[in-house]
């Protein structure tokens, strides 16, 4: 089986069939010596309120498991929707900023486009 990076040439062959064609297949990337691990998780139309591991009905025992180890984090703050909540949450800028790009839909006004427009520039 043939493999390749990111950014090589594709070595395989693509011919006019399957038979006549050679796969290859790009090699996954992996994380440096030393790299952390990082587990990022994402849940919708919910608060912290909604774990048990907050004192919520819904019960999530591994997120308990580690909050119990001292792993909590409760300093995020979300936004009325989920789109720019996980547009700050991808981007290093704040709700303010993101939503209006994320969430104007058809009522956006033309002063928030050009206000937008002018601070990325």
Not at 1 to 23: A, C, H, L, N, V
Not at 112 to 119: I, K
Request: glycine residues 8%; aromatic residues 10%.
């Amino acid at each position: 089986m043939k493999t390749y990076r990111e950014g090589e040439p594709f070595p395989g062959r693509i011919g006019r069939t399957w038979d006549q064609s050679e796969p290859a297949f790009p090699v996954p990337p992996t994380a440096p010596d030393g790299a952390p691990n990082i587990i990022y998780i994402v849940l919708d139309d919910v608060g912290f309120g909604a774990c048990d591991t907050f004192g919520g009905l819904i019960e999530t025992p591994n997120i308990t498991r580690l909050a119990d180890q001292g792993l909590r984090y409760v300093n995020f703050h979300t936004t009325a929707l989920c789109s720019p909540t996980r547009a700050c949450l991808l981007t290093p800028t704040s709700a303010a900023r993101e939503t209006r790009w994320w969430c104007t839909g058809p009522r956006v006004s033309k002063r928030a486009v050009r206000s937008a427009a002018s601070s990325t520039t």
